[in-house]
Nanobody
């Protein structure tokens, strides 16, 4: 079964940067989209960013202009570059990939990585 393994989280000061990685254990075929959600304790899971297979990027208003999603197909890895981080960005970040298994769309999820923005 394909797994998405996340890394790159940690503690950073306000205004700092982090780069999250999401690596697939095997190639996921017929990908339609990939991206990131985040969730803070007591809050709903919030969509953050998405990247379609065609290369179109979209972002939540809360992170637009500060976060950048990208991918490296050769490494089966996608990234979330986070700049100008604020305490409100503190959350567990989950990557996802939407692919098709025998014609059926399914969403693969990463295990989550903690991002803490604090002085």
């Amino acid at each position: 079964q394909v797994q998405l393994v996340e890394s790159g989280g940690g503690l950073v000061q306000p205004g700092g940067s982090l780069r999250l990685s999401c690596a697939a254990s095997a190639t996921i075929f017929r990908i339609s989209a990939m991206g990131w959600f985040r969730q803070a304790p007591g809050n709903q899971r919030e969509w953050v960013a998405a990247l379609t297979s065609g290369g179109t990027t979209t972002y939540a208003d809360s992170v637009k202009g500060r976060f950048t999603i990208s991918r490296d197909n050769a490494k089966n890895t996608m990234y979330l570059q986070m700049n100008s981080l604020e305490p409100e960005d503190t959350a567990v970040y989950y990557c996802f990939v939407d692919g098709r298994d025998r014609g059926n769309l399914r969403r693969y999820w990463g295990q989550g990585t903690q991002v803490t923005v604090s002085s």
